[in-house]
């Protein structure tokens, strides 16, 4: 059984320094991130903004990886663009330069045949805006949504509306602290849960994925790797990876959320051992099915 999965969220030039190298105006964004990993799994509906100065060869990557790209608006001006650094503590960047450019207007425009998708995503954008999108289209299956600390301090209110629509939410531990405005994940869990979001799921970098719901708590720890480039673009991986694989199977039991945050967590593994989505251009089927099983080998143990 494989649905349709509609994500709305950014495209973007990132700039980026780790101790480990760096790279200029390379292909990034929460969409592109989330379509690409999802792609692997199952057919993926885009809708983002570019401008004029956005090159050809990165939407016929996208569309080599069979995204459907109908909802992708090109406009005057510039691509949104961002500039990060990180330090050997790779979990957070430090944001140097922000340039919204033509994502500052967005508005996003849902083509007709994307009105009725299975599962739809919505990225980090304004909230006023994903909450737009969620009333044009018919009522997915399954609605996911990630958010990040600027709106959470600045559309607070907007943000909750929005999240009483949504089954799930995606965003690291330290946007959970805020929004939850308690330190104990517990505790800003149970807050969360209370407010609308049937699921609860917190990044935290090389610590892994906690997942809460109102019967169950999860954990998956991170893959231990040998090379670790760039953190860039992870946390939207892992959500692509994670929506993909449920999209792909149908399967929205405990378990199947289980597994799927296993598949997203193989392709965030994948993703941070090159720059921008490099380590995804040569990327197979095969080698994400035995990363999983090293995930399994990894967690598994016996009761003794």
């Known amino acids: 059984m494989m649905g349709k999965l509609l994500v709305v969220g950014s495209m973007a030039f990132d700039s ?4 480990f190298g760096e790279a200029s105006d390379v292909l990034g964004g929460s969409a592109t991130y989330f379509s690409t990993a999802a792609s692997f799994f199952t057919g993926v509906e885009l809708i983002a903004v570019v401008g004029e100065d956005f090159p050809e060869q990165h ?18 001006g510039k691509t949104f663009r961002w500039k ?3 330090s050997y503590q790779l979990n957070e960047a430090q944001t140097l330069e922000t340039h919204l450019n033509v994502l500052e207007t967005f508005r996003p425009h849902i083509p007709d045949q ?37 709106w959470i301090e600045g559309k607070r209110e907007a943000l909750w509306r929005t999240l009483e629509k949504v089954d799930i939410l995606v965003i690291n531990d330290g946007e959970a602290r805020a929004l ?14 209370s407010r609308g979001p049937k699921n609860l799921i917190i990044k ?37 990876g994670f929506m993909g694989h449920l999209a792909s199977t149908g399967d929205y039991s405990n378990e199947g959320l289980r597994r ?12 941070v ?30 009761d003794i």
């Open 114 to 150: 994307y009105r009725t998708p299975q599962m739809l995503f919505l990225g980090n954008i304004d909230p006023e805006l994903q909450l737009d999108v969620l009333e044009k289209v018919e009522r997915p299956r399954i609605v996911a949504c990630d958010t990040m600390n600027f």
């Open 180 to 193: 939850g405005e308690d330190s104990n994940l517990v505790q800003v869990a149970k807050r969360i849960l």
């Open 59 to 76: 939407v016929d990557f996208l569309r080599s990886r069979g995204i459907d790209l109908e909802g992708l608006e090109r406009r005057k």
């Open 260 to 271: 799927a945050i296993i598949f997203g967590s193989v392709m965030a593994s994948f993703t």
């Open 16 to 19: 980026v320094r780790t101790p």
């Open 204 to 240: 935290r970098g090389e610590y892994g994925v906690l997942m809460f719901n109102e019967k169950h708590t999860f954990g998956a720890p991170a893959l231990p790797l040998e090379q670790v480039k760039d953190p860039t673009g992870a946390g939207d991986t892992f959500a692509g």
């Open 84 to 86: 990060g650094e990180y």
């Open 273 to 302: 051992e090159e720059f921008s989505l490099d380590r995804l251009r040569h990327l197979d089927k095969r080698q994400i099915e035995d990363r999983y099983r090293e995930f399994r080998r990894l967690t598994h143990f016996e």
